[in-house]
């Protein structure tokens, strides 16, 4: 996993096991010049808690896939994964595939490029890591954030130039006809 601690608090222990259901953290980040608080839930990758993790996907709006780099099975993992999550997820998500423990590439099971052409075929970005060495773990998270702001940041453009465009909507011409009735006015009233 691209440890959750390594980038919200700047610590890694050695001694950290496997996520056991979910973890959360949050940090706050500049994006664009703007104040983000990311809320990142680290959920399990092994296949006993698929049930519980799989109900985290309903509303997020980013995703690293993260395998070990020394793991194949854990890459060949990813195709599963990816599908879980585009099935239960918003169509929009933001993902990155990310291969983690980089710092233990003489033990290597995974060619980068075998990551890499994953990552072009399914419409990915993707970086290799070590939450060990701190080494891309910001990298990835500012890098999916971006995208998440961007999108973010579009949608919330469209959707005010939407309402702002002449013709949408119902115009009532009000006129003089209420001018001297006060019982039958446009609008409500005490």
């Known amino acids: 996993m691209v440890n959750i601690d390594t980038f919200t608090r700047n610590e890694f222990c050695l001694e950290s096991k496997s996520t056991i259901g979910v973890e959360f953290a949050t940090r706050t980040l500049q994006v664009e010049g703007k104040t983000v608080k990311a809320q990142i839930w680290d959920t399990a990758g092994q296949e006993r808690y698929r049930a519980i993790t799989s109900a985290y996907y309903r509303g997020a709006v ?3 896939l993260v395998y ?3 793991k194949r099975q854990t890459f060949e993992n ?3 994964w990816l599908r879980e999550l585009r099935d239960h997820a918003d169509s929009n998500i933001v993902i990155m595939l990310a291969g983690n423990k980089s710092d233990l590439n003489h033990l290597r099971s995974v060619p980068e490029q075998d990551a890499r052409g ?3 075929k399914e419409g990915l970005s993707f970086l ?3 939450a060990l060495e701190a080494y891309n773990v910001e990298k990835a998270f500012q890098t999916i954030l971006l995208d ?3 999108i973010m940041s579009r949608k919330a453009l469209a959707s005010q130039e939407a309402a702002a465009i002449p ?3 119902t115009a009532i011409n009000v006129g003089d006809q209420y ?3 006060n019982n039958s006015r446009p609008c409500c009233t005490n």
Do not use: H
Request: charged share 15%; net charge negative; proline share 0%.
């Open 118 to 120: 994953l990552a072009e």
């Open 128 to 130: 290799e890591t070590s």
């Open 148 to 150: 998440i702001y961007q």
């Open 179 to 181: 001018s001297g009735n």
């Open 68 to 70: 070990d780099i020394t």
């Open 167 to 169: 013709g949408q909507g």
């Open 78 to 80: 990813v195709t599963r």
């Open 62 to 64: 980013g995703a690293l």
